[in-house]
């Protein structure tokens, strides 16, 4: 009989111990130990046939290469955040929160490969066949190339690939398969660094593309953990507010593209469209009242630029702790935004509540944001308005000053196919020019604050 060994492993960074540990040494949570048991003897043994084992090291310059094969999924959206399509013997993480559409859209997907003639494998092991019919009849979904299989043991998913050799294949979802070879529960992480692991020898030796989906934890990050992602080509995360119908998907990391690029979809009852104009979307939900303390910022996601409108609420508080309530953009650069505000502009806002907001759910967190949200709050807390016409570019230095921001020009030419007239930019980026909108190169915090003015 083999020998069975016990270790205590986190769920939530995969630190493993000898014993239980109430305080991972790794990651600081608590209560996130558990104990799995292993085998020394394997049941199944994975040998990594074709993974170049014959090769010798070769001088860089010797090396010969060639252009990757790239599959469009007939989604102009998804294949912009891939990098214009899928490579083939690529592995691919779409990961989100419950009920979101990672499904769906992976669904989607394999019916328009199918119908291109690819053969496609869609493992699904938390639907029966019958339940996935249902969802796929509602979404539009045909393909004769489209297999179901439902099934969580990964031998058998193995198996199933070399038999129908599938061009490529979906899993649903990684945290419920499981191999034999570990002994413990389906979703932990030696499960899901054993599935994944073979699941990645299968992509390179039979050059098959293999899409992943991934649940997400409470707090926001990746269940499993980070060892999905440090073993994938791609990371894709799929991002929404449950009490819109707007989704995003936003490639976190991309060995054969672009990061940080963004894909904007509407769920509605046939399954997930595209937004090709997405700033026609976020620009329509403004309201048509120009009202203090709303600015109109055009922030970069990946190579495009997105308009969207920063609202701000400042309001005198009866307590002796003013609340600041950060929704879509980062909490510790609202409160550097006030400090600035206060000290450089002369703006007290010590009791006074402050609320920011960015309209359409969506998340900006690149620093060139920093000057339209300054200038919401400080128009909202002098009650003036700013000019509805004009959009605002620019990130904010400790001492008031406005620092340059990348990739103007493009910000400029989508503001001006949006329909502005005029932009505050920094002072650096003057010599950036464009005929169709007046351009206001400032320096200064305050020097904004008065060129934004709308007049009266």
């Not at 043994?45 to 860089?60: C, K, R």
């Not at 920093?370 to 959009?391: E, H």
């Not at 921001?405 to 010599?431: C, H, Q, T, W, Y």
Request: with cysteine; aromatic share 4%; proline share 4%.
């Amino acid at each position: 009989m083999a020998k069975v060994k016990s270790k205590w492993v986190c769920q939530n960074c995969g630190y493993e111990s000898a014993g239980y540990l109430g305080k991972c040494p790794e990651c600081s949570s608590w209560g996130s130990f558990t104990e799995e048991m292993q085998s020394e003897t394997k049941l199944f043994n994975v040998s990594p046939q074709g993974v170049a084992n014959d090769l010798t090291p070769s001088l860089i310059g010797d090396i010969k290469t060639g252009q990757e094969i790239r599959v469009s999924t007939e989604i102009d959206e998804f294949d912009r955040i891939l990098g214009g399509g899928l490579v083939q013997g690529s592995i691919v993480l779409i990961a989100g929160d419950p009920g979101i559409g990672k499904s769906t859209i992976l669904l989607q997907t394999s019916g328009k490969l199918a119908q291109k003639g690819q053969k496609i494998l869609y493992v699904s092991a938390e639907e029966s066949m019958g339940q996935l019919k249902l969802r796929a009849d509602r979404l539009g979904v045909k393909g004769d190339n489209l297999y179901i299989y439902p099934q969580i043991c990964l031998q058998n998913i193995k198996a199933q690939i070399e038999e129908l050799k599938p061009d490529t294949v979906v899993i649903d979802s990684i945290q419920a398969i499981y191999s034999q070879n570990v002994q413990s529960s389906a979703g932990s992480v030696s499960q899901i660094r054993e599935c994944c692991s073979v699941l990645m020898q299968i992509a390179k030796t039979q050059n098959i593309t293999i899409l992943i989906i991934g649940h997400v934890t409470k707090d926001g990050s990746i269940a499993g953990p980070k060892v999905l992602e440090h073993m994938v080509d791609t990371v894709i995360s799929f991002e929404g507010d449950k009490y819109k119908s707007y989704r995003m998907l936003r490639s976190m990391k991309n060995r054969f593209g672009n990061t940080s690029e963004v894909g904007i979809f509407e769920m509605k009852e046939n399954g997930l469209t595209e937004i090709k104009n997405p700033n026609e979307l976020f620009l329509n939900e403004r309201s048509q009242e120009t009202i203090p303390g709303t600015a109109i910022i055009v922030t970069n996601e990946g190579t495009r630029p997105l308009l969207v409108e920063i609202q701000a609420l400042v309001g005198t508080t009866p307590y002796p702790s003013p609340r600041r309530v950060a929704n879509g953009i980062d909490y510790s650069r609202l409160l550097q935004v006030l400090a600035v505000l206060e000290k450089r502009v002369g703006l007290n806002l010590s009791n006074q509540d402050v609320y920011v907001n960015v309209m359409g759910g969506i998340e900006v967190d690149e620093p060139a944001a920093d000057l339209g949200v300054a200038l919401a709050i400080a128009t909202c807390a002098r009650d003036v308005v700013v000019d509805p016409q004009t959009v605002i570019i620019g990130e904010i230095g400790l001492s008031g000053e406005i620092h340059p921001v990348s990739n103007l020009e493009r910000r400029l030419n989508e503001a001006v196919m949006s329909g502005f007239k005029k932009a505050i930019v920094p002072f650096a980026n003057k010599d950036i020019k464009n005929s169709k909108i007046e351009i206001v190169p400032v320096k200064k915090l305050l020097d904004a604050i008065t060129a934004c003015i709308s007049p009266q």
